[in-house]
C-alpha cells in the first residue's frame, strides 16, 4: 500500500508517519521507484502500536522509543523485559532508591514479591507516603482488601501471556497495563456511584 493508504487505514497523519520513520520508529516501506514506496501489514501493526502506545496520557516519545526498543529486541528473561516495559509507563517517580520501606512492609504482608528494581515498588511506597500523609487507613487490612481483588484481575490479564511468544507478549503486556488502567478506574468510580444510589433509593 502506499503511504497515504498507510495513513487512511492507521488514522495517523502522513506527516506522523514520516516522522515515525524518520526517527526509526517505523520501518521504511519497500522501495518502488525514486519517489514511491511500498508498505504492509505489518508497517500497520506497527503504526497502530506506536499510535496506541502515543495515546497514553503523559508517556513521553522517549519513553515509546524505550518500549519499542524492548519489542525489537528483548531480552532472554522475560520477567526482566516485561519489568522494563512497563516500568516506561507513568506514573513516573524516583527509583533511584534501594529501599522502600513502606512498599517493602506492605508487600511482605500480603505475601508479594519484593523487587526494588520493579517499578511498581516505588509507585506503591510514593502512594502509600501520601496516603499515610491524608491521614488515610493504609492497614494491612485495607492493603488486603485491594490486593486481593488485583490478583484476580492480575491472574486473569496474565493467563494469555503463557502462550504466547516474547516480541507479542511485552505489547501485549504493556498496552493492557496502559490501556485498562483507566478502565478499572473508571469502572471502581461507577460502582462507587452505583452502590450509593442503591443506597439511597433502597433498591
Given at each position: 500500500m502506499k503511504i497515504s493508504e498507510l495513513s487512511e487505514r492507521s488514522g495517523v497523519p502522513v506527516a506522523t508517519v514520516k516522522f515515525y520513520i524518520r526517527e526509526g520508529m517505523?520501518?521504511?516501506?519497500?522501495?518502488v521507484s525514486a519517489t514511491r514506496a511500498e508498505y504492509g501489514d505489518d508497517h500497520l501493526?506497527?503504526?497502530?502500536?506506536?499510535?496506541?502506545?502515543?495515546?497514553?496520557?503523559?508517556?513521553?516519545?522517549?519513553?515509546?522509543?524505550?518500549?519499542?526498543?524492548?519489542i525489537d529486541a528483548p531480552a532472554a528473561d522475560p520477567i526482566s523485559t516485561l519489568g522494563k516495559a512497563v516500568g516506561a509507563l507513568p506514573p513516573y517517580v524516583d527509583g533511584d532508591r534501594d529501599d522502600y520501606p513502606r512498599a517493602r512492609a506492605a508487600i511482605a504482608d500480603l505475601d508479594l514479591t519484593y523487587d526494588p528494581d520493579f517499578t511498581a515498588v516505588a509507585q506503591l511506597d510514593e502512594a502509600l507516603?501520601?496516603?499515610?500523609?491524608?491521614?488515610?487507613?493504609?492497614?494491612p487490612a485495607v492493603l488486603r482488601r485491594y490486593a486481593d481483588a488485583m490478583k484476580q484481575v492480575a491472574a486473569a490479564e496474565i493467563a494469555p501471556v503463557a502462550d504466547m511468544p516474547?516480541?507479542?507478549a511485552v505489547p501485549y503486556a504493556v498496552l493492557g497495563t496502559a490501556l485498562y488502567e483507566p478502565v478499572m478506574l473508571a469502572l471502581r468510580r461507577l460502582a462507587h456511584h452505583h452502590l450509593l444510589v442503591e443506597r439511597e433509593t433502597g433498591a
Open positions: 517505523l520501518p521504511r516501506g519497500e522501495t501493526a506497527r503504526l497502530r502500536l506506536i499510535a496506541a502506545l502515543a495515546d497514553v496520557r503523559g508517556l513521553a516519545l522517549t519513553r515509546v522509543r524505550d518500549i519499542l526498543a524492548l507516603r501520601a496516603v499515610e500523609g491524608a491521614g488515610l487507613d493504609a492497614s516474547l516480541d507479542e
